[in-house]
Antibody
Framework: EVQMVQSGVEVAKPGESLKISCKASGYDFSTYWIGWVRQMPGKGLEWMGVVYPGDSFTRYSPSFQGQVTISADKSHTTAYLQWRTLKASDSAIYYC???????????WGQGTLVTVSS | DIVLTQSPGTLSLSPGERATLSCRASQSVLSDYLAWYQQKPGQAPRLLIYGASSRATGIPNRFSGSGSGTDFTLTISRLEPEDFAVYYC?????????FGQGTKLEIK
């Protein structure tokens, strides 16, 4: 059974760094893209970027390029989303999801709520 | 980037009625790589349709997708109470992938 399990709620201050995770299981981790999607409070879905764990190749939306880093660790079958310097506007729910080239996002994590406040 | 515009923003219907949701792209979607997702409050999105018209595993056949190029439609033939939710389209044919802004399907 495919599962994407995300790390828990995060509360942080502006200027701090943060890394959230997405643990995948039930399939060959190296051969499927994993993506991250942002949902700000009461708003729609925003595609942030994807990583291919097989070779760590990444693609970013221009809106998020340089603002976040997406990575993957094959040995732990885990994908990550990290910020070097958080802003209040980064407060949102972040979803990871497995991506199939011809299907889009077929399995989703439960979401990680990130709150950035002084 | 390809901009996806969904209409209407909100659709008010009763159980048993037919729902038609639209997704229009600012340029042609490569290989008709267009997906539809359903999101209920407090839950992650769920894949309904991929490749414009293929149902994902476990999705009831009252959900159907159609269209190609720049115009796509999600149809729910006969609404069940559990279908009232927000629906998003996504194109994944040309990077960066993009989502539409969503259509809220509410009970009339």
């Amino acid at each position: 059974e495919v599962q994407m399990v995300q790390s828990g709620v995060e509360v942080a201050k502006p200027g701090e760094s943060l890394k959230i995770s997405c643990k995948a299981s039930g399939y060959d981790f190296s051969t499927y893209w994993i993506g991250w999607v942002r949902q700000m409070p009461g708003k729609g879905l925003e595609w942030m970027g994807v990583v291919y764990p097989g070779d760590s190749f990444t693609r970013y939306s221009p809106s998020f390029q340089g603002q976040v880093t997406i990575s993957a660790d094959k040995s732990h079958t885990t994908a990550y989303l990290q910020w070097r310097t958080l802003k209040a506007s980064d407060s949102a729910i972040y979803y990871c999801a497995r991506m199939q080239t011809y299907m889009g996002f077929d399995f989703w994590g439960q979401g990680t709520l990130v709150t950035v406040s002084s | 980037d390809i901009v996806l515009t969904q209409s209407p923003g909100t659709l008010s219907l009763s159980p048993g009625e037919r729902a038609t949701l639209s997704c229009r792209a600012s340029q042609s979607v490569l290989s008709d790589y267009l997906a539809w997702y359903q999101q209920k409050p407090g839950q992650a999105p769920r894949l309904l349709i991929y490749g414009a018209s293929s149902r994902a595993t476990g999705i009831p056949n009252r959900f159907s997708g159609s269209g190609s190029g720049t115009d796509f439609t999600l149809t729910i033939s006969r609404l069940e109470p559990e279908d009232f939710a927000v629906y998003y389209c996504q194109q994944y044919g040309r990077s960066p992938d993009t989502f539409g802004q969503g259509t809220k399907l509410e009970i009339k």
